[in-house]
């Protein structure tokens, strides 16, 4: 199950219904598109991670939960914001502080969107403004 | 150099979780030189005392200081044990050092001691070691025997004075120390005082020196020289000094440093900051045989460190083993496991980072035996309970270890079907190489994770019991914490391996309930992967529906390549042809995933149909396979209802209650990703107070929640969300099928057909599209659709067109069949009978519209127009209907015309026949008078019933007449008014008077304009005839008044309008009436029919119309005599002559008529009446006369009367009643029937005349007659003359009069 690749980060904004309502993956300049395949167990990983950001929102006072979880090469960190919307990161290069500025600007950039009245919260987040500005900060944060 | 290790070792191998004392251990070493005999004597007491009493430790850098207790070890004083320079080591070497003598000679102190000493204070000094004591032991048994002694002092000062320059507290004295008594006790106590505080202070001094050193080494780490290695050792020490004390945090603290600082390297490498020693850890893994947990200390892999020799695993492994074992010294044992789970991702995290090539399988396997031997050192230190109530810790452990297992199993071959081909096996041999050999602390056990790993990859049964286990228990714990996505994803990879295995009925609960879970949280990817696993499952299960119906939900599933999608799609296309030829078998799967039902359109739009109607109604149906598919039939099944609610059946109501448009959308159900669908419900959150009942003070108040039995329900066992396979199909008799359909992907237009049958409702209820044995079902078409069916009688409405229909004229009436369920053949007919009053006018060619029942929503074009024919006979009006097909309106109009029939004269021309003002005035106040109506019957016979339909036609005539008899002199006009009360002009032409009775002396000569005349709206017109007789008159005259009339606004009417008639009578006087008596009781008898409500009218008939000239009233106003003119203010004389006109005639027969044979005379009263103030009446103003009955006889009144106003003005009124005076039998009978007489008088005179009265008795009239205060007394009564038997002749003069000549104000009244 050791995949070779690395430097790649998976995003993925839950609802309270425990949906995925945004995701993303961040991969490092000049890899490949991973094969299509391993996307589905990004989304296997992170769900399976609620289950221990669930246990970890309750044991800290931080909306950073930092690492909650590993799986394999794997590192999971969490932000819980405060309306109870859980942001998840899947990792394998450990960079706390770029994830945690990344969660809290997309925070930011989560609550400007989520004011808007025709977004309905938890419902997917289909905005390309919205993906467009997470990459950026994706890349600002976690890629450089 | 191994005995203070050694030493260590014994120590920290106590049992473990002692319960610590508040004070530690100092293990220290002091080394002893002097009287070795000696010291063999002291040391059992002395190793015993030392630890007794705590110390006191203060520390630096502020740390708080701690209470120890000390314990020593001693050892014999050799130059080799002080430390040389250099020497890094902290506990190699004595830290006190002591020299014991029992000198009390001084001749053998001076001999050989002071020597002795002189010797091992230089070697201490040359070692730079400051720290020593001489102790001096005195025995009072020594000196007993040596009496040449020197006093004891001496040899204590001699020394402190030979070596203890200013430090006189290094020489200690111990007495007696083998006695037992006070002296002893208390040199003693003194004695471990000083040596405690001594080795302390030497303690300390060695570990800051220590630590600075230590401090200085680290600093130094950038260095090209530097090795961690070294360093590791040195920061170990410290470790172990704080161990030794029992200070395992501060131990803890220091791995952990070096843990920290290694970790910082290994990240800094990988960010191209490389240090040269870090290369030493980049060999390549040659061995892995995980974590030694069970040891203190691995002795074998600290040498390894500290020869630099040690791979990442090793030196990993080692530092890890050390917190491992403080971490169970503080009793923390589920820190070991977390720290474990951490330590073995950071170390496969740290290998690929520092590139370390690394065997395949190589990690695995160290992982999964680190991961049991973290498990099996916990649970070897922990009992049940504990284990159970921190399963939370170890999850992470077990989930890891099952990970890592199935890996190697992958990775060996172990998990194929066929097992493990050559390759695997080498590749095993060489996984196993790696392991090396069991340890020995292990290998006599039965069970240890080297034995466990080496038995899972020994074959492919005692893998599968192995992983089985593993996987088992795993689920178990996460499940038993509620991690139920983490046991989802363990069970689905035990899924993909049972089903690697070919046990798919193992497999399948685990998809499904990894499915379950993903799809209710609505997460795409992982449900679309598991959904395919749980296909290729069923497949292999035979399980036909549920792999048909996952394979639908697949072939739509947008994740999967088109590829894919086509394959599922296929798959259930090629299950639809090869089963074809088994009838009967049927597979009936959701629709949902095969297509979904967008709108549905109506026509007719309000989905209204007539029964035997035609209804089509189009839906959109969405495919969602990737290819089109060819589908045998789609059906949609109905439920039919008869509505109880009848009045919900008519085509009108219907028509307003639908949508108007016939569009029904539906929502999408499900968009491409599930949405979460089990959103809990909202808290219902309320208060709760709890009052003390003594005070009513708050004694508890809370929140509970009202709902937590929906909130807290486990969320797994909630509705399942994948549509179950067993949808109820319904068996309806009504369907609407659509067959042979061909749906692409993506919108499809369906259009069904149907032609309604029993009037009723019909409900949409399910939607089946069958491809084969496979029928796609959508079990509930929400929202619901329906359709209505009605069926309706023929209905018949004849209405007039216009408002109201008026008589005389032809008028419109509107015709409307509705057929509703009839159809009209050639040859039906509507049989009117005819009215006489009414007559059908039929001409030329009739039109009718014919257009569909739908109205409102349906094109102009569906209707047309019809002829139809009019067929008349004597009886009945035929008119024949054209050919209508059912549920159609034919509407037509027919031209009626309602003769105008004579109105039957009706007495209240009679009373309006006296034009006078005030009376006219309270015409108009009444209102418009209404038009007289007339009401015709017409029975029609319809085709389709055997009743006839009865329908009243109202016409209303348009004019309303009046006539009225007028006087001049003696002539007599009767004048007609004819007034237009329609909204309708009309020309009048040829009027017409004609005496009925065809008197033939009497002639009527129109004084009337001949030509047409033209009669608007609400007018009136006048005609005028003289009425000429020559010999005596009848006592009646019978009229009749005729006029044509037309619309003045038509241009020609196409047939000839009868003329409106009026007839009247006008009754003389002449008739001869009975006698007067019976007169009046024929009057009281009238009025008690009028007070019963009935006879009203007769009166009319009754009482006579007079129309022959009594009397002629002559007025005349005189100037005063001598005046030319009346002048304002001035009395002028009024003259009244009241001159008879005829003799004795039948009207003057009644109760005013006295006299004899040839005289008789009639009484009258006249009464003078200036309505206009104009004129003031002096003196009576009304009087009763005698007036001779005879022709010719004049009675003259005179009058003074006095003019108000200059000007011309009209005489005052002069008027005239017949005077009654009262009979003694008739009081009688009013006496009888006095509610008679109360208004005696109203009953003759009009009552504006009582009002009169009462006006001239304001003016001291003397009249009385009317007022009915003399209650029972005998009444005379006045009684008006009819009309026409009074003229008044000076009706219409005008008297000038002057204003007085003293006025200054001239006023004028011109009238």
Redesign the interface.
Known sequence: MLKTKSGSFYFVILGHHDNPAFEVEFLPAGKAEPKDDYHHLNQFIAHAALDLVDENLWLSNNIYLKIVDKFNEWFVSAFVTVSHLRFIMLYDIRQEDGIKNFFTDVYDLYIKFAVNPFYEPNSPLQSSAFDRKVRFLGKKHLLS | MKAPLQNLVSTVMRPLFTPLSAAFCLLSTCSCAGEQNLFTSIYPTLSQQLPREPMEWRRSYGRAPKMIHLESNFVQFKEELLPKEGNKALLTFPFLHIYWTECCDTEVYKATVKDDLTKWQNVLKAHGSVDWLIVVVENDAKKKNKTNILPRTSIVDKIRNDFCNKQSDRCVVLSDPLKDSSRTQESWNAFLTKLRTLLLMSFTKNLGKFEDDMRTLREKRTEPGWSFCDYFMVQEELAFVFEMLQQFEDALVQYDELDALFSQYV?NF?AGDGANWLTFFCQPVKSWNGLVLRKPIDMEKRELVQRREATLLDLRSYLFSRQCTLLLFLQRPWEVAQRA??LL?SC??EL??LEVSVPPGA?DCWVFLSCLEVLQRIEGCCDRAQIDSNI?HMV?LWSYAT?KLK?LGYLCGLVSEKGPDSEDLNRTVDLLAGLGAERPETANAAQSPYKKLKEALSSVEAFEKHYLDLSQATIEM?TSI?????A??VG?DLAEFHMRKRSPQKAESYLQGALKS?L???????V??TRKQLAECQKHLGQVENYLQTSSLLASDHHL?EEEREYFCQEILSFARGSADSPGHKVVLPMHSFAQLQDLLFDPPNAVVHAGGILSLEMTMCSQMPVPVQVDQITVNVHFSIEKNSYRKTAEWLTKHKTPNGIIHFPAEG?P?P??Q??LPALELSEVFERSPSDNSLSTAGIICRNVHMLLRRQESGSSLEVPSGVALEDGAHVLKCSSVTLEPGANRVAFRTQAKEPGTYTLRQLCATVGPVWFVLPHIYPIVQYDVYSQEPQLHVEPLADSLLAGIPQKVKFTVTTGHYTVKNGDSLQLSNVEAMLVLCQGENRAVIYSNSRGTVQAEESHTAVFRIQSSDKVTSIGLPATPAYHVIEFELEVLSLPSAPVCSGESATLGTPEPPRKQKDRQRGAPCMVTTDHKVSIDCPWSIYSTVIALTFNVPFRTTHSLLSAGTRKYIQVCVQNLSELDFQLAESNLVDTRDTANLQLTPLNVPSPQHIHSKQSVFFVWELKWTQEPPPALHCQFSVGFSPASEERLRISLKPYTYQFQVESFFRVTAQPFLLVLENVRLRRLESSGQGFPKTRSLWHECWGTLYNVKAEVLPPVGAEYCRTGSLCSLEVSITRLADLLEVDRDEALTGSDEYFCTKLMYEVVDNSSNWAVCGKSCGVISMPVAAQATHRVHMEVMPLFAGYLPLPDVRLFKYLPHHSAHSSQLDADSWIENDSLSVDKHPDDQLDCSSMRSRGSVYSASSGEHKGLPMPRLQALPTGQVFNSSMGTQVLVIPSQDDHVLEVSVT
């Open positions: 990240v990988g789970l951490e991702h496969v995290q690929r980072l990690l939370a992470g990970e890996s996460y509620g991690r139920t996505r983490s989802r994803l689905k993903y209710a949280e609505g997460w795409a990817l992982p679309t992967h390549t968009s990703l949405a979460a089990n959103s």
